[in-house]
């Protein structure tokens, strides 16, 4: 009998997840047919949200996450070239000004939720605070703030990142924007070898804890291996487009954990501080591209309030340098994971639940 539960349960997953991904690719189909920018990625996370909000039955498991993740950090490898790594030496002036991005947004957005929307001050900054949403989570969870307008707040903000910025970046250009502009693919004995040194480096990364560790250390491998010229990082989109969607597919699914109710109910709050973060993030940018004469869309994604893989696929997809983006989004991810529980005691206190 208790087999026969699981294996009920298995298939209903299988199911689940099937109808998941086809909403997915149907919306990244779509997207791309109305030319859409990042259309494999933005198409299916919307279509997803959608079926999420209107509870469909659908699921994404785990081990998909984990596939699409190893996949996509190979696959941004394709970007790291010996021209990209050159321009290191201009990186520690924009590294270094991460630091007042995140303290500006963070601001700007907790006295607009505090202030104007009247939310209680612990949950106003947590919900203000741009990015690493599990790190914000855990963090919420000790001091027993309420997580679900955190959490809707964290996840529309992501979510309308990856719809709107890519169109914002590429506006007036060509949106035919494919990545792969070498002819020669990887030959398949180069994406067997590939495939197995970047399973271990993601799952090194994962170990020890590295901020989306299983995408970072395949991206740090990869970026490696084409950067110096050591093999050819370049995959067909064939192989590249379904992770693509399976990233969306993640994203979208989120909403499975936000009730509709509470999301037109704190949709103000999350739009008006989308757009605060959206607009002092693109000041810092421009401000800093006409200070280090840098691209003004590759600085915008790397100060960007979103997750760092999803801003560096962003980069990636958008012909722009993903090694530039993934490192200024880790040394921020790794900044926030230091002083954020100081800055929470500093604007909240010691105290619970204020």
């Not at 790594?85 to 995140?102: E, K, Q, Y």
């Not at 494919?178 to 994406?191: A, D, G, H, K, N």
Request: proline share 5%; aromatic share 8%; charged share 10%.
């Amino acid at each position: 009998m208790l087999q026969k539960l699981n294996t009920d349960k298995r298939i209903k997953t299988v199911l689940a997840t099937s109808l998941a991904l086809l909403i997915g690719a149907a919306g990244a189909f779509l997207a791309q047919s109305v030319g859409l920018p990042a259309a494999m990625l933005s198409g299916s996370m919307v279509a997803v949200s959608v079926a999420a909000l209107l509870r469909a039955p659908i699921a994404f498991p785990i081990i998909i996450r984990d596939i699409c993740f190893v996949a996509i950090g190979i696959a941004m490898g394709q970007g790291v070239t010996p021209e990209s790594l050159a321009g290191l030496s201009r990186w520690p002036i924009s590294l270094t000004l991460i630091a007042l991005v995140v303290v500006a947004i963070t601001l700007s957005c907790f006295f607009f939720l505090k202030n104007v929307c009247g939310w209680k001050r612990d949950v106003s900054f947590f919900a203000s605070v741009p990015g690493a949403l599990g790190y914000v989570i855990a963090l919420a969870e000790e001091r027993r703030i309420s997580i679900s307008p955190i959490m809707t707040v964290q996840i529309l903000r992501l979510l309308a990142l990856v719809a709107i910025v890519p169109t914002l970046l590429t506006w007036g250009r060509d949106t035919n924007i494919e990545p792969q502009q070498v002819s020669t693919f990887s030959t398949p004995l180069e994406m067997i070898v590939l495939a197995g040194l970047c399973i271990v480096a993601g799952y090194i990364g994962h170990r020890i804890k590295l901020p989306a560790g299983l995408l970072t250390g395949a991206f740090i491998v990869s970026s490696l291996l084409n950067g110096s010229g050591l093999m050819t990082v370049n995959l067909p989109p064939i192989i590249t487009d379904p992770f693509y969607i399976g990233l969306g597919v993640m994203i979208g699914y989120r909403f499975i954990e936000v009730p509709m109710e509470n999301l037109l109910r704190w949709l103000r709050a999350s739009v008006g501080s989308f757009f605060i973060g959206l607009a002092v993030s693109m000041f810092c940018a421009f401000s800093v591209a006409t200070l280090l004469d840098l691209p003004f869309g590759q600085l915008f994604l790397a100060y960007a309030p979103g997750g760092m893989e999803v801003m560096t696929l962003l980069a990636f997809m958008l012909d722009m340098d993903p090694a530039f983006v993934a490192t200024h989004q880790l040394v921020r991810y790794i900044g926030m994971v230091v002083c954020m529980p100081l800055a929470a005691k500093l604007i909240l206190g010691s105290s619970r639940g204020q």
